[in-house]
């Protein structure tokens, strides 16, 4: 293997996931994000509009809505339970719907679009 | 019944912050009462997280909000706060030097020499639905809270919401109600399981109605409700109703704080390190509320800016008095003010 190849494999294998995010006016914008951080820390470090993550991360106050695109819901998956009893105190849920705390950055997620609602409750 | 209530410090906010304020001027001999909106002591860490668990308060590896809430209030016992709970202060005046006149939207009136806001994220308040046009209906024909059920007799209710608050309005109402639709967004409820039992038996039986979907539309004029567009899986359906009383929790809300004359930056309030005073003098900020170079949103952090900010209020309350600094394990001053000498 050239040293060239081992760079790039190298910082293709470092480089970090990059997720979408598509605030309700309509601005869209792609991120770098940390593994194993949250797509709410990632919003919250990119000052991406629309979510407030009132508890901080803490799956208790659902003010870090976002709508998973079509595309990604099924590798994103469904909510917990616990998640899903929070997501009953957020407003236009859709089916797509998860808390943004609960989705952790993973290299699956690669390349994943989440869209941000125009209200929180707040 | 509107006697002034005279002590040396308000307290604002009865959260982890508010509540260790009483221990630190407790050990300096100045005298809190407390007010918070909500009905218990705790704040944030008693309503959004009680059974989770907090791993960064110094010296306790683990415990739960509501854990660090109990063994907070019994730390301060000794010093026998008083708590206005359910409660919001509406104004805060100055009118003294220091003193100041602060008012409730209970109706009480406090006159202290100072004002310590530990309010965190501001006051906890109703979530209000995104629902358009909602706001000429608030408090004539939405509520987000039930004061009295004879309101509501011989009416039709649309009661929205999955939780605790929702099942049990629909309990007590429902036998008042001329018909009461429960609408929520899916068909499983965090409710008790009993009420939610009894609530699926009142629906078996036709007694009322389970919608499963979301409230996307109100018509009616003047504040008065004529219906409700509900959004289920496969249709909007139009339900008929005079009053709706969404349930979806608790927001925090900045409040009445931004009108009280301090110096705000982004609904946070700058303060002074050395003392936690904010640009009016006797007036405080401790805790989330406030902000300076460096400020962390910890619940440690609000601890030590609790210390600090007792030690310039004592010179307010004692102006002619001089503090000599104590230790909690060397001085038996404070061992007795603790009950423990």
């Not at chain 1, 009132?54 to 590798?75: N, S």
């Not at chain 2, 003294?96 to 308040?125: H, M, N, W, Y």
């Not at chain 2, 009461?180 to 068909?187: A, K």
């Not at chain 2, 609790?306 to 010179?315: F, N, P």
Request: charged residues 25%.
């Amino acid at each position: 293997m050239s040293d060239v190849q081992e760079l790039t494999e190298r910082a293709n294998k470092d480089a970090m996931p990059k997720i979408t995010f598509v605030e309700h006016d309509g601005t869209v914008r792609t991120v770098e994000a940390e593994l194993g951080s949250t797509v709410m820390e990632t919003a919250l470090r990119n000052d991406i509009g629309g979510i407030v993550a009132e508890c901080g991360g803490g799956c208790t106050c659902a003010t870090c809505l976002v709508h998973v695109d079509e595309k990604w819901f099924a590798r994103v998956g469904p909510p917990s339970e616990e998640e899903n009893q929070m997501l009953d105190t957020a407003f236009e849920v859709k089916e797509t719907s998860r808390l943004s705390c609960q989705i952790k950055v993973t290299e699956e997620l690669d390349g994943l679009v989440v869209h941000t609602p125009s209200y929180q409750g707040r | 019944m509107n006697e002034v209530i005279k002590t040396d410090v308000l307290i604002i906010g009865a959260g982890p912050v508010g509540l260790f304020a009483v221990f630190e001027l407790g050990l300096l001999d100045v005298k809190a009462h407390l007010v918070d909106i909500l009905g218990k002591v705790g704040g944030q860490c008693a309503e959004l997280y009680p059974e989770k668990p907090i791993y960064d308060i110094p010296g306790l590896p683990v415990v739960t909000g509501q854990g660090l809430t109990d063994a907070l209030m019994e730390q301060i016992h000794p010093f026998k706060p008083t708590f206005h709970l359910g409660e919001m202060v509406t104004t805060v005046e100055k009118i003294g030097d220091p003193l100041f006149r602060v008012k409730t939207d209970a109706g009480k009136t406090f006159e202290v020499k100072c004002v310590v806001i530990a309010a965190g994220g501001g006051s906890f308040q109703p979530k209000r639905p995104p629902i358009q046009g909602i706001e000429p209906y608030e408090d004539k024909s939405v509520f987000y809270a039930v004061r009295k059920m004879e309101d509501f007799r011989g009416k039709r209710l649309i009661v929205v919401g999955g939780g605790d608050s929702a099942l049990d309005w629909t309990l007590n109402l429902q036998p008042l109600a001329k018909r009461l639709t429960l609408v929520h967004r899916r068909d499983e409820f965090r409710g008790a399981p009993d009420s939610v039992n009894k609530m699926r038996a009142l629906v078996a039986a036709g007694e009322m109605d389970l919608k499963i979907g979301q409230v996307t539309g109100l018509e009616g004029s003047g504040g008065e409700l004529a219906a409700a567009a509900v959004k289920t899986k496969d249709a909007v359906e139009r339900v008929e109703c005079d009053a709706m009383l969404p349930f979806f929790g608790l927001t925090m809300k900045l409040g009445p704080v931004a009108d009280w004359g301090i110096k705000m930056e982004d609904e946070l309030i700058p303060v002074d390190t050395a003392t936690f005073e904010t640009n009016i003098p006797g007036l405080f900020a401790i805790g989330d509320i406030n902000t300076y170079a460096g400020k962390l949103k910890l619940i440690l952090c609000g601890f030590h800016e609790a210390s600090l900010m007792s030690q310039k209020a004592y010179h307010y309350v004692y102006p002619d008095k001089k503090l000599v600094f104590q230790y909690t394990t060397s001085s038996t001053s404070l061992q007795k003010k603790l009950g423990v000498a």
